[in-house]
């Protein structure tokens, strides 16, 4: 494991003034200046006016910024576990800091195994200098026990190759895993072929068991299973 084994502010601002100046006033003036006066002129003065503003103003504005920032607190966690380590005696922070930037890197393409590495790093990144020597030394319980116990095999991704067999070459075994993927396995015994399966659940064989047996101490077993069981290994 790197580093000696070791939110996100959603502003949605709605601001939405649904605000309706509808000043609707409506200023009738009304005056009807009606003087009613008649005179023998026959004058009538009528002022009869009248002033509708009618206005109607809706800004019906919403603003949402939307603005979403993921940061984990007190910085990145290779960041903050690699102080703990360099503060505590462990290995330089630069040195640190590349080897866990990596690591993360590469079990990115292995999306199970992100979370329960991060755990580990977040819970160095907590620990005190006699916690951190308490977790190096081993001993149950220690600081961080259960966050690398839920590891599994992603502790250590990557893929792994089994072979063995009989030393006269009548039998022999073989199996291939990488993190995450499924197990494949052979089994090879003279006079019976061999049983491809994957999982456990055979899907394909071959009749000659030297093919793989001749090969399954050397360099060319995987070759060899392949040719035998049709697999791109």
């Known amino acids: ?30 005056d009807s200046s009606d003087g009613g006066d008649t005179t023998d002129g026959g004058d009538t003065t009528d002022g009869g006016d009248t002033t509708d503003t009618g206005g109607s103003t809706d800004t019906g504005g919403t ?19 690699c102080a703990v380590v360099n503060e505590c005696g462990g290995s330089n922070f630069d040195e640190c800091l590349v080897e866990c930037e990596e690591f993360l890197a590469e079990i990115s393409e292995l999306p199970e195994c992100v979370p329960p590495n991060e755990a580990v790093y977040a819970c160095i990144a907590g620990l005190s200098c006699e916690e951190y020597d308490a977790l190096n ?33 009548t039998s022999c075994e073989f199996s291939y895993h990488c993190t995450g ?10 006079g019976e072929g061999c049983s491809c399966a994957i999982d456990g ?15 399954v101490m050397g360099e060319g077993v995987v070759d060899a299973v392949n040719e035998c069981c049709g697999w791109e290994l």
Not at 140 to 167: F, K, N, Q, R, V
Not at 206 to 212: G, I, P, R, W
């Open 201 to 215: 659940e055979p899907v394909a064989s071959c009749e000659d068991a030297s093919l793989v047996c001749s090969e």
């Open 63 to 81: 603003t949402d910024t939307g603005d979403t920032s993921d940061t984990t607190e007190g910085g990145s966690l290779c960041s903050d576990a």
């Open 181 to 190: 993927e499924e197990t494949y396995s052979v089994e090879c015994s003279q």
């Open 137 to 169: 030394a081993g001993e149950s319980p220690y600081p961080c026990e259960d966050e690398i116990e839920g590891l599994g095999e992603c502790g250590d991704p990557g893929c792994e190759t089994a072979a063995g067999g009989a030393i006269d070459g």
């Open 1 to 30: 494991m790197a580093c000696e084994d070791p939110g996100s502010d959603d502003t949605d601002e709605s601001s939405d003034t649904g605000d309706t100046a509808d000043s609707g006033d409506t200023a009738d003036g009304g």
